[in-house]
């Protein structure tokens, strides 16, 4: 496949006794679309940003095509940042806000200063915002732009640089529901037309789900799994990246033997292996698996507390012994009525127990922590400033 | 009902202006008078203009004032932003505490960081004085000077410790504001730290920086209390050399250069509100225009080809500006000089050119408004002066103190001009240090359209049917001696009883309102305007003020039945003058008959000089073809039946000072 | 990477203690002794403080002129800020724009122009005995100069910019949506001042009240011209013992000090009014 392009080795960032990063060992090929995915706090943007040159790690390495680029400051990396708010420069149009990475000179083969011809920047400035589709925009205050367009200009200022590697931080945070949809195929359009690496940061998985060709799910400074989307959403390696990843019902249960586990005291069929007689494992059961039965035929049986419509499903949320489950079906079932369930042997997923078992899962609080994914805030990189002691208040 | 509110509000704003402007406008109305009174229109004239120009201890205290508040601006400009920017890259908790700091100098009270900063200064020099000492002992390849004095560079850190705090207050704002994004935005696209700073971060705050460019500039033009206790002796700034100059008498040229500085900075201020008005136009409707000239002359440098034709232009004029200023402070200080402290308005000025022109030494000349303040300036060790010219008491209290360096007579041959009676008196009884200068007395000057009938006792000083007229002399001294002549008493008792009760008499006087106030060199246009009708003062300033009197004021002269005080003021030199061949060059200049009778027909005061005293009616005739009057000469230079009913001061103890200084206070508050 | 600039602060609070700390030490230390006037021999004592007694009436005169003057100030002075404010940005400019412009010329200057207007037989009185008014009262003149009103006059005349233009800056900037919502919650114009604009100008109105009340407590400048040397104050004592006729620094240190500390007490409980509103509303 492709080759590797950049490595973090046993990476570790902390200010004082607090550890942001914590030995992050993970490697970027070329012109892949790798996510950095995760709540804020979580060290995404800390990570970025070391591989972008704001920040040194404390300890380990990093290399770019297999030299260490440690203490290489950003503007001798080949590599090009689109900021969380994009950072554009006020008192710049937008020609020139395009042109200002061309505008540096920079040291050619034998290390002389060599500044770009004024037709040649021209020229690349007017290129690549017909790729971003800002043509005829050139002379307008940055100010007068919408989000979405200064997003563009964003992206086109680190583009025009021809990086190798285009870092993005939460670039799309700023923007409503549908504008972010439309960039997300816009972004995913012009890193395959361009073919270079992006490195994106966010908080949404669904962004990170549709546009990545790998994800890595960080919390608490620690990578919780690295994959292909499907790999992410089908096998989570842990209860924390099951419920970060879409909607999951976990629950104790205790793997009886290779593809049988226990839950409720209910023996139920799966496709895991490999773990110890009677071993506490989590289970895993995405909403959508779960087939709503009658009572008398279900493998297990439950009260329905709350149905909300959602368009293509009902969300229905159901009792079952005082745990309550998250099931999308298309069947209405009214609230209080008594349902049972089944389960096909490849929608159950057998976790080992983690740190954070028993922390997710239940949907007992259901509506306040659907809030609370909607609204997580996209300022965990405010977090990481202020302990820098950078220029914010 | 809202309209109606509309236009109170805007009377009222209107009235407030009104009385910020009316002053203003008076100030410039009365430049253009024929006449030299502020309250009296003679009709236009430009004259006070030229005599502007002429003037050059005005002219000179304004280029000053300009170099230092340039300076100072620049400097701090420069200096606070970097801080700025370092104060942001602190944490949080480090730069809260600093920024505490850094307002200390814009809570305080003007005065108490002058005081602070003139008590740093001297303690400093007093340091670095005997560090030198040290340092020239043990190594002879370098000279360091000895004796630093306060002067135009302790002003001007003076000036840029009180603005750095403004040009941080006004550029951390806009740090703070700016995207932290920014600059590693700006690195990540190919900067190093420094270019992002040029390229990102200046452009970013540069609001932040001009405003507080142009409000440390306020701060340094408007400044006087800080200048006024940093710069010593051998600067003034403008403000200080009008603060001098409101103790005597204030001549319309300083109208003239109020007009001129509120006009340019007029001026400067329409052409920038022109400016603005345009621009936000322009913004306002994104108006696409052709550029105007200056725009395509601006653009057409800025095109990347003449990049270098425009630094090497702006490099050209930096150096341009540096290389003027050095030139000309190298010009005035490479220059042999003589530093002379002296009264206001007690020299004919030309006498100063003419003494440059023929000796090539450039006199820096001074004034005090006191021998009291004098004295404060020389303990202080503010003062770099070589030449001064105190009165007798203070001459003798400056010899005591060791405070004097002894003549070289040989280099003085003009001294044996001096008539032997005011050679060797009690100040200086073996004439060592002084060569006399003026000699006068002191006597009551009233008004003889304010007085019922013509006083010819000090009891006039005091009595209440003048309430509200009469002028104390600000003077311990003078005041105390009047009031002690009055009681019949010695005016240099040292009987502390006698000195109460001389003080209970100004005091009384004083509870009854007697007093219009204390003045010194004020006392002219109080009573030249007919604004109070008796004062004590000097028989020379009396016939100074006969001259400029306003209509309906006639002053008279009278040396009261009890007696008064006789003085002699008298050059002298300074204890480790830098200067001293040039002091004693000025003194023997001062001397001499001619500058005796240039001074006498200027200042009214009495030569020392026998030539002089003896030529003076003829050479008072040849000048304005009339006669002297020969009552106003016998004012001017008592003959000897008056002399001897006046007495001398002489220096009095330690603490008999004392005790007329805390008198004197008291009456104060 | 940014860590790195901070020894850019370095120089400067070099610089600080320097010129701000350890002059302020030095005239602690000076007004922490005394002078013997025969032997110039220094001493620590407390007499500069225990001494200071006489000096009340001076420091109250001080106190009560600056505090009339501030008040003065801040009654002329916010109104004009209030209305300018509500006028349109034209009006507002040229007005920010003739508020600062008289601080470009010396404050000496504008002080010396009143002088020949308070004078016995300065402008006023000539205008009063031209309408008549002098010989209505059957008085030669009025008396101004020289009187603690001609001293607050002057205090007015000169720091009321400094009252003006942070409370402007305060109210200009207030949010209208606001005083909108003031208004649909049933607040009539009165309420509406005094429940909304007023509470939010008053950290504009705190330090214009400093801006005012600090330099005219301690001028000696104003007091001298205008007062004629009949009103003394804390400026001009302190100014005495440096450069005046009475030579000793030792007290004029110590009533710096106590000033200063006087200063500091009064900002201290007027900023717990104004509790957590930040300071330095500049301009």
């Given at each position: 496949?492709?080759?590797?392009?950049?490595?973090?080795?046993?990476?570790?960032?902390?200010?004082?006794?607090?550890?942001?990063?914590?030995?992050?060992?993970?490697?970027?090929?070329?012109?892949?679309?790798?996510?950095?995915?995760?709540?804020?706090?979580?060290?995404?943007?800390?990570?970025?940003?070391?591989?972008?040159?704001?920040?040194?790690?404390?300890?380990?390495?990093?290399?770019?095509?297999?030299?260490?680029?440690?203490?290489?400051?950003?503007?001798?990396?080949?590599?090009?940042?689109?900021?969380?708010?994009?950072?554009?420069?006020?008192?710049?149009?937008?020609?020139?806000?395009?042109?200002?990475?061309?505008?540096?000179?920079?040291?050619?083969?034998?290390?002389?200063?060599?500044?770009?011809?004024?037709?040649?920047?021209?020229?690349?400035?007017?290129?690549?915002?017909?790729?971003?589709?800002?043509?005829?925009?050139?002379?307008?205050?940055?100010?007068?732009?919408?989000?979405?367009?200064?997003?563009?200009?964003?992206?086109?200022?680190?583009?025009?640089?021809?990086?190798?590697?285009?870092?993005?931080?939460?670039?799309?945070?700023?923007?409503?529901?549908?504008?972010?949809?439309?960039?997300?195929?816009?972004?995913?359009?012009?890193?395959?037309?361009?073919?270079?690496?992006?490195?994106?940061?966010?908080?949404?998985?669904?962004?990170?789900?549709?546009?990545?060709?790998?994800?890595?799910?960080?919390?608490?400074?620690?990578?919780?799994?690295?994959?292909?989307?499907?790999?992410?959403?089908?096998?989570?390696?842990?209860?924390?990246?099951?419920?970060?990843?879409?909607?999951?019902?976990?629950?104790?249960?205790?793997?009886?033997?290779?593809?049988?586990?226990?839950?409720?005291?209910?023996?139920?069929?799966?496709?895991?292996?490999?773990?110890?007689?009677?071993?506490?494992?989590?289970?895993?059961?995405?909403?959508?698996?779960?087939?709503?039965?009658?009572?008398?035929?279900?493998?297990?049986?439950?009260?329905?507390?709350?149905?909300?419509?959602?368009?293509?499903?009902?969300?229905?949320?159901?009792?079952?012994?005082?745990?309550?489950?998250?099931?999308?079906?298309?069947?209405?079932?009214?609230?209080?009525?008594?349902?049972?369930?089944?389960?096909?042997?490849?929608?159950?997923?057998?976790?080992?127990?983690?740190?954070?078992?028993?922390?997710?899962?239940?949907?007992?609080?259901?509506?306040?922590?659907?809030?609370?994914?909607?609204?997580?805030?996209?300022?965990?990189?405010?977090?990481?400033?202020?302990?820098?002691?950078?220029?914010?208040? | 009902?809202?309209?109606?509110?509309?236009?109170?509000?805007?009377?009222?704003?209107?009235?407030?202006?009104?009385?910020?402007?009316?002053?203003?406008?008076?100030?410039?109305?009365?430049?253009?008078?024929?006449?030299?009174s502020s309250a009296v229109w003679k009709g236009f004239s430009l004259d006070w203009y030229a005599a502007l120009f002429q003037n050059r201890l005005i002219m000179e205290s304004l280029y000053t004032t300009l170099l230092v508040s340039l300076l100072a601006t620049a400097i701090?400009?420069?200096?606070?932003?970097?801080?700025?920017?370092?104060?942001?890259?602190?944490?949080?908790?480090?730069?809260?505490?600093?920024?505490?700091?850094?307002?200390?100098?814009?809570?305080?009270?003007?005065?108490?960081?002058?005081?602070?900063?003139?008590?740093?200064?001297?303690?400093?020099?007093?340091?670095?004085?005997?560090?030198?000492?040290?340092?020239?002992?043990?190594?002879?390849?370098?000279?360091?000077?000895?004796?630093?004095?306060?002067?135009?560079?302790?002003?001007?850190?003076?000036?840029?410790?009180?603005?750095?705090?403004?040009?941080?207050?006004?550029?951390?704002?806009?740090?703070?504001?700016?995207?932290?994004?920014?600059?590693?935005?700006?690195?990540?696209?190919?900067?190093?730290?420094?270019?992002?700073?040029?390229?990102?971060?200046?452009?970013?705050?540069?609001?932040?920086?001009?405003?507080?460019?142009?409000?440390?500039?306020?701060?340094?033009?408007?400044?006087?209390?800080?200048?006024?206790?940093?710069?010593?002796?051998?600067?003034?700034?403008?403000?200080?050399?009008?603060?001098?100059?409101?103790?005597?008498?204030?001549?319309?040229?300083?109208?003239?250069?109020?007009?001129?500085?509120?006009?340019?900075?007029?001026?400067?201020?329409?052409?920038?509100?022109?400016?603005?008005?345009?621009?936000?136009?322009?913004?306002?409707?994104?108006?696409?225009?052709?550029?105007?000239?200056?725009?395509?002359?601006?653009?057409?440098?800025?095109?990347?080809?003449?990049?270098?034709?425009?630094?090497?232009?702006?490099?050209?004029?930096?150096?341009?500006?540096?290389?003027?200023?050095?030139?000309?402070?190298?010009?005035?200080?490479?220059?042999?000089?003589?530093?002379?402290?002296?009264?206001?308005?007690?020299?004919?000025?030309?006498?100063?050119?003419?003494?440059?022109?023929?000796?090539?030494?450039?006199?820096?000349?001074?004034?005090?408004?006191?021998?009291?303040?004098?004295?404060?300036?020389?303990?202080?060790?503010?003062?770099?002066?070589?030449?001064?010219?105190?009165?007798?008491?203070?001459?003798?209290?400056?010899?005591?103190?060791?405070?004097?360096?002894?003549?070289?007579?040989?280099?003085?041959?003009?001294?044996?001009?001096?008539?032997?009676?005011?050679?060797?008196?009690?100040?200086?009884?073996?004439?060592?240090?002084?060569?006399?200068?003026?000699?006068?007395?002191?006597?009551?000057?009233?008004?003889?359209?304010?007085?019922?009938?013509?006083?010819?006792?000090?009891?006039?000083?005091?009595?209440?049917?003048?309430?509200?007229?009469?002028?104390?002399?600000?003077?311990?001294?003078?005041?105390?001696?009047?009031?002690?002549?009055?009681?019949?008493?010695?005016?240099?008792?040292?009987?502390?009883?006698?000195?109460?009760?001389?003080?209970?008499?100004?005091?009384?006087?004083?509870?009854?309102?007697?007093?219009?106030?204390?003045?010194?060199?004020?006392?002219?246009?109080?009573?030249?305007?007919?604004?109070?009708?008796?004062?004590?003062?000097?028989?020379?300033?009396?016939?100074?003020?006969?001259?400029?009197?306003?209509?309906?004021?006639?002053?008279?002269?009278?040396?009261?039945?009890?007696?008064?005080?006789?003085?002699?003021?008298?050059?002298?030199?300074?204890?480790?003058?830098?200067?001293?061949?040039?002091?004693?060059?000025?003194?023997?200049?001062?001397?001499?008959?001619?500058?005796?009778?240039?001074?006498?027909?200027?200042?009214?005061?009495?030569?020392?000089?026998?030539?002089?005293?003896?030529?003076?009616?003829?050479?008072?005739?040849?000048?304005?073809?009339?006669?002297?009057?020969?009552?106003?000469?016998?004012?001017?230079?008592?003959?000897?039946?008056?002399?001897?009913?006046?007495?001398?001061?002489?220096?009095?103890?330690?603490?008999?000072?004392?005790?007329?200084?805390?008198?004197?206070?008291?009456?104060?508050? | 990477?940014?860590?790195?600039?901070?020894?850019?602060?370095?120089?400067?609070?070099?610089?600080?203690?320097?010129?701000?700390?350890?002059?302020?030490?030095?005239?602690?230390?000076?007004?922490?002794?005394?002078?013997?006037?025969?032997?110039?021999?220094?001493?620590?004592?407390?007499?500069?403080?225990?001494?200071?007694?006489?000096?009340?009436?001076?420091?109250?005169?001080?106190?009560?002129?600056?505090?009339?003057?501030?008040?003065?100030?801040?009654?002329?002075?916010?109104?004009?800020?209030?209305?300018?404010?509500?006028?349109?940005?034209?009006?507002?400019?040229?007005?920010?724009?003739?508020?600062?412009?008289?601080?470009?010329?010396?404050?000496?200057?504008?002080?010396?122009?009143?002088?020949?207007?308070?004078?016995?037989?300065?402008?006023?009185?000539?205008?009063?005995?031209?309408?008549?008014?002098?010989?209505?009262?059957?008085?030669?003149?009025?008396?101004?100069?020289?009187?603690?009103?001609?001293?607050?006059?002057?205090?007015?005349?000169?720091?009321?910019?400094?009252?003006?233009?942070?409370?402007?800056?305060?109210?200009?900037?207030?949010?209208?949506?606001?005083?909108?919502?003031?208004?649909?919650?049933?607040?009539?114009?009165?309420?509406?001042?005094?429940?909304?604009?007023?509470?939010?100008?008053?950290?504009?109105?705190?330090?214009?009240?400093?801006?005012?009340?600090?330099?005219?407590?301690?001028?000696?400048?104003?007091?001298?011209?205008?007062?004629?040397?009949?009103?003394?104050?804390?400026?001009?004592?302190?100014?005495?013992?440096?450069?005046?006729?009475?030579?000793?620094?030792?007290?004029?240190?110590?009533?710096?000090?106590?000033?200063?500390?006087?200063?500091?007490?009064?900002?201290?409980?007027?900023?717990?009014?104004?509790?957590?509103?930040?300071?330095?509303?500049?301009?």
């Open positions: 496949m492709s080759k590797e392009l950049i490595r973090l080795r046993d990476c570790v960032m902390s200010y004082g006794d607090e550890v942001v990063l914590d030995h992050i060992n993970l490697y970027i090929n070329d012109k892949e679309f790798l996510t950095l995915l995760g709540p804020s706090g979580c060290g995404k943007t800390t990570t970025l940003r070391i591989i972008g040159g704001f920040l040194s790690p404390t300890a380990g390495d990093v290399f770019f095509d297999g030299v260490r680029m440690n203490d290489i400051p950003p503007h001798k990396r080949a590599v090009n940042t689109v900021f969380q708010r994009y950072a554009l420069f006020p008192h710049l149009n937008v020609f020139e806000n395009v042109a200002f990475g061309l505008r540096i000179p920079k040291a050619d083969r034998d290390g002389r200063k060599v500044k770009l011809p004024e037709r040649e920047i021209h020229q690349r400035v007017m290129e690549m915002l017909e790729v971003v589709n800002l043509k005829g925009f050139e002379k307008r205050p940055v100010s007068a732009l919408s989000g979405g367009q200064q997003q563009r200009v964003a992206i086109a200022r680190a583009l025009v640089n021809r990086p190798k590697v285009l870092l993005l931080d939460e670039p799309l945070g700023a923007l409503d529901m549908r504008l972010r949809k439309d960039m997300q195929i816009e972004l995913k359009r012009i890193q395959q037309e361009m073919e270079i690496t992006f490195i994106y940061v966010t908080h949404d998985q669904e962004e990170a789900l549709a546009m990545s060709d790998t994800v890595v799910v960080m919390d608490g400074g620690r990578i919780q799994q690295i994959g292909t989307p499907e790999d992410i959403y089908n096998e989570p390696k842990n209860a924390f990246v099951a419920d970060f990843i879409g909607e999951s019902n976990i629950i104790d249960g205790i793997m009886r033997a290779d593809g049988v586990v226990e839950i409720f005291n209910r023996r139920f069929q799966c496709l895991d292996k490999g773990f110890e007689k009677d071993e506490p494992v989590d289970v895993v059961i995405r909403p959508e698996d779960v087939d709503i039965v009658d009572e008398a035929a279900g493998q297990l049986r439950g009260t329905v507390t709350a149905v909300t419509f959602k368009g293509m499903q009902y969300d229905t949320i159901v009792d079952f012994y005082g745990f309550k489950w998250l099931i999308q079906t298309t069947d209405y079932c009214p609230v209080d009525s008594r349902i049972g369930i089944k389960i096909d042997p490849d929608g159950i997923h057998v976790m080992k127990k983690s740190q954070y078992s028993g922390m997710f899962g239940d949907y007992s609080s259901y509506s306040e922590e659907y809030e609370e994914l909607d609204v997580a805030e996209p300022e965990d990189g405010e977090e990481d400033g202020s302990r820098e002691g950078g220029y914010e208040e | 009902m809202k309209r109606s509110n509309h236009v109170g509000s805007r009377l009222f704003i209107g009235l407030v202006f009104l009385f910020l402007y009316l002053p203003i406008f008076l100030l410039i109305i009365f430049s253009f008078n024929a006449g030299d701090a400009t420069a200096a606070g932003t970097f801080a700025a920017i370092g104060l942001y890259s602190l944490s949080k908790r480090r730069r809260d505490a600093l920024l505490v700091v850094n307002d200390i100098p814009m809570m305080n009270a003007d005065i108490v960081t002058g005081v602070s900063l003139c008590l740093f200064f001297v303690a400093f020099f007093q340091g670095w004085g005997a560090f030198a000492q040290w340092f020239n002992g043990v190594q002879d390849v370098v000279e360091l000077p000895v004796r630093l004095t306060l002067g135009f560079g302790t002003m001007l850190l003076a000036h840029i410790a009180f603005n750095i705090p403004y040009v941080i207050l006004n550029v951390a704002p806009k740090l703070r504001q700016m995207d932290k994004n920014l600059v590693d935005a700006a690195q990540d696209l190919g900067c190093t730290w420094m270019q992002a700073f040029w390229k990102v971060i200046l452009p970013e705050i540069k609001p932040g920086i001009v405003s507080g460019a142009l409000i440390a500039f306020t701060m340094s033009i408007d400044d006087f209390v800080i200048s006024y206790f940093t710069a010593g002796s051998s600067t003034s700034t403008l403000a200080m050399r009008i603060y001098s100059m409101t103790k005597k008498r204030i001549t319309p040229e300083v109208n003239a250069v109020s007009t001129l500085l509120f006009l340019s900075v007029l001026a400067l201020l329409v052409l920038n509100n022109v400016r603005e008005v345009r621009q936000q136009r322009r913004a306002e409707r994104q108006e696409i225009r052709e550029p105007s000239f200056f725009e395509r002359l601006s653009m057409r440098f800025s095109q990347p080809a003449l990049r270098w034709a425009r630094r090497g232009a702006a490099a050209a004029l930096a150096c341009g500006f540096i290389v003027a200023v050095a030139l000309l402070t190298g010009a005035t200080y490479s220059q042999p000089v003589v530093n002379v402290c002296s009264w206001g308005e007690y020299i004919d000025e030309d006498l100063i050119t003419q003494f440059e022109d023929q000796t090539g030494i450039r006199v820096n000349y001074q004034t005090a408004e006191s021998n009291e303040a004098l004295y404060s300036l020389l303990k202080s060790g503010g003062a770099d002066y070589d030449v001064i010219v105190p009165s007798d008491y203070m001459i003798s209290q400056l010899i005591e103190e060791g405070m004097l360096e002894e003549l070289d007579y040989s280099q003085i041959p003009n001294f044996e001009l001096i008539d032997p009676r005011f050679r060797g008196l009690p100040y200086d009884p073996e004439n060592k240090y002084t060569v006399p200068y003026s000699w006068g007395t002191l006597g009551l000057i009233y008004n003889a359209n304010m007085v019922d009938e013509e006083p010819d006792s000090w009891g006039a000083l005091y009595d209440s049917q003048y309430a509200g007229s009469v002028l104390l002399i600000n003077n311990s001294r003078d005041a105390l001696g009047a009031a002690l002549l009055h009681l019949g008493y010695s005016v240099n008792t040292t009987d502390e009883a006698q000195i109460r009760e001389a003080f209970e008499l100004i005091a009384g006087a004083s509870r009854r309102g007697v007093f219009q106030g204390k003045v010194m060199d004020q006392v002219f246009q109080k009573m030249e305007g007919g604004n109070a009708a008796i004062a004590t003062y000097y028989a020379g300033d009396y016939l100074s003020m006969l001259d400029n009197q306003a209509d309906g004021v006639d002053l008279r002269y009278v040396i009261p039945e009890e007696g008064a005080n006789w003085f002699v003021d008298a050059m002298c030199v300074l204890k480790g003058a830098p200067h001293y061949d040039n002091a004693l060059a000025w003194i023997n200049f001062i001397a001499s008959t001619d500058a005796n009778l240039a001074n006498m027909d200027y200042i009214w005061y009495a030569s020392p000089n026998t030539q002089a005293l003896e030529e003076y009616p003829a050479y008072y005739e040849e000048l304005y073809g009339e006669e002297l009057d020969p009552e106003l000469y016998e004012i001017m230079a008592a003959p000897p039946e008056v002399l001897e009913r006046c007495e001398m001061y002489l220096a009095l103890p330690p603490a008999t000072r004392a005790l007329y200084n805390s008198l004197w206070i008291e009456l104060g508050i | 990477m940014r860590n790195k600039r901070g020894w850019f602060a370095f120089p400067y609070v070099i610089w600080m203690a320097l010129f701000v700390v350890i002059p302020i030490v030095i005239m602690a230390v000076y007004a922490f002794t005394v002078a013997d006037p025969a032997t110039n021999a220094t001493q620590a004592s407390l007499d500069n403080f225990t001494d200071m007694g006489v000096y009340l009436s001076v420091f109250l005169r001080s106190f009560w002129l600056a505090i009339l003057a501030t008040l003065v100030c801040l009654l002329v002075g916010y109104p004009v800020s209030y209305w300018m404010a509500k006028e349109g940005p034209r009006f507002q400019r040229v007005a920010m724009a003739l508020i600062m412009l008289p601080m470009w010329m010396n404050f000496l200057l504008r002080t010396y122009s009143w002088m020949s207007i308070l004078e016995n037989n300065g402008l006023l009185n000539q205008l009063f005995r031209a309408v008549g008014l002098l010989d209505l009262l059957g008085v030669d003149h009025i008396q101004m100069i020289g009187t603690s009103g001609a001293v607050v006059l002057g205090m007015v005349y000169n720091y009321l910019p400094f009252m003006i233009l942070p409370i402007y800056s305060v109210i200009v900037k207030l949010d209208g949506s606001l005083l909108e919502a003031a208004r649909d919650l049933g607040a009539d114009s009165a309420r509406v001042f005094s429940k909304v604009i007023f509470p939010l100008s008053l950290p504009g109105i705190l330090s214009g009240v400093t801006m005012v009340f600090v330099p005219s407590v301690s001028t000696f400048a104003i007091s001298n011209l205008l007062g004629g040397g009949n009103q003394m104050m804390l400026g001009d004592l302190i100014e005495l013992q440096f450069l005046g006729g009475a030579y000793n620094p030792h007290l004029g240190a110590a009533v710096s000090m106590v000033m200063m500390a006087v200063v500091v007490v009064c900002m201290v409980v007027m900023n717990h009014f104004g509790e957590g509103e930040e300071q330095a509303v500049m301009l």
